[in-house]
């Protein structure tokens, strides 16, 4: 039998294969000149560079946004964190990075609106299985007026 | 370099940012949020024109503060966004030592920094927090 409804709308795990070039790339776009990032043959990640976990989700597979009824028009991004359990992922890394919606929580906006504030944890485990790092983000969906 | 409880961080600016900074940051990090990039979509937001990536300034304090204590060293890393920043806006990295300690889990010795970019506006664009390796 095939998956249910609710398994099949649980974003999956997918992989994350760290590459020299990306790290040289988003190193210089955040203003590094240092030859750690951009000469090292296998150099450390920075520390928000897990945010481009984004280029390796599956385009238009399950979000752990999926059935908030986000209005993205009113989505400020609030706070990103990014922990790592040792030594940051190095260029040669495969991670598998898997998603989830760790909380949605509502409160009155000033105006009389709702606001929301949702959270969205990332896993990032290497090639043994271990967890090396974890992001976690929070938006906040601002002013919905009262219905 | 030996650090320690209260030390201040030597500040670092980035900046004058561009426009051209903005693409830059949203092609290497897959965000392309048409509100940093698009004029006419930014202003229909009701934004007088675009405005940067809070991860692209998160970007500029990373590099500072790995730059002065070392890319592998990184254990933790938050930032919290407070002001937009927007072209022509030159930040300004600081950074002091709030505790050095020996970290419970991993017996690590580590330092927790305090971190902020501001703006030439003296605004706060990101207020955060930081754990090293030492």
Redesign the interface.
Same mark, same amino acid.
């Given at each position: 039998m095939s998956a249910t409804p609710a398994d099949a709308n649980q974003p999956r795990p997918f992989q994350m294969p760290i590459e020299r070039g990306?790290v040289r790339?988003?190193? /210089?776009?955040?203003?590094?000149k240092?030859a750690? +990032?951009l000469d090292a043959p296998n @150099?450390?990640v920075?520390?928000?560079f897990l945010?481009?976990a984004?280029?390796w989700a599956t385009e238009g597979g399950p979000s752990p946004l999926q059935g908030l009824d986000l209005n993205l /028009?009113r989505i400020?991004?609030?706070?990103?964190? +990014?922990?790592?359990?040792?030594? @940051?992922p190095r260029a040669g890394d495969v991670l598998t990075v898997q998603p989830r919606l760790e909380s949605v929580s509502e409160k009155e906006g000033k105006r009389g609106g709702t606001m929301r504030f949702i959270s969205v944890v990332e896993d990032f485990t290497d090639e043994s299985g271990r967890l090396v790092a974890q992001g976690r983000s929070t938006l906040i969906e601002t002013g919905k007026a009262p219905e | 370099m030996s650090h320690s409880e209260g030390d201040v961080l030597e500040e670092r600016v980035?900046g004058p940012v561009t426009r051209t900074?903005f693409v830059?940051?949203q092609?290497?990090?897959?965000?392309f949020n048409p509100i940093h990039h698009d004029e006419i979509f930014a202003q229909s937001?009701g934004f007088p024109t675009v405005f940067s990536v809070?991860?692209?300034q998160?970007?500029?304090l990373?590099?500072y503060?790995?730059?002065l204590l070392?890319?592998?060293?990184?254990?933790?890393?938050?930032?919290?966004?407070r002001e937009q920043v927007w072209p022509d806006d030159v930040l300004t990295c600081n950074g002091t030592v709030v505790a050095v300690r020996t970290d419970a889990t991993?017996g690590e010795k580590v330092a927790d920094l305090a971190l902020e970019v501001r703006t030439q506006r003296g605004a706060t664009a990101i207020r955060a927090e930081?754990t090293f390796?030492l």
């Open positions: 990306k790339e988003f190193a /210089r776009a955040t203003g590094s240092s750690d +990032y @150099p450390p920075p520390p928000t945010r481009t984004a280029f /028009r400020l991004h609030g706070e990103q964190e +990014y922990e790592f359990f040792g030594p @940051p | 980035f900074d830059r940051y092609g290497a990090s897959g965000d937001a809070g991860m692209l998160a970007g500029y990373a590099t503060v790995t730059d070392g890319p592998d060293n990184v254990r933790r890393f938050k930032v919290q966004f991993t930081a390796a």
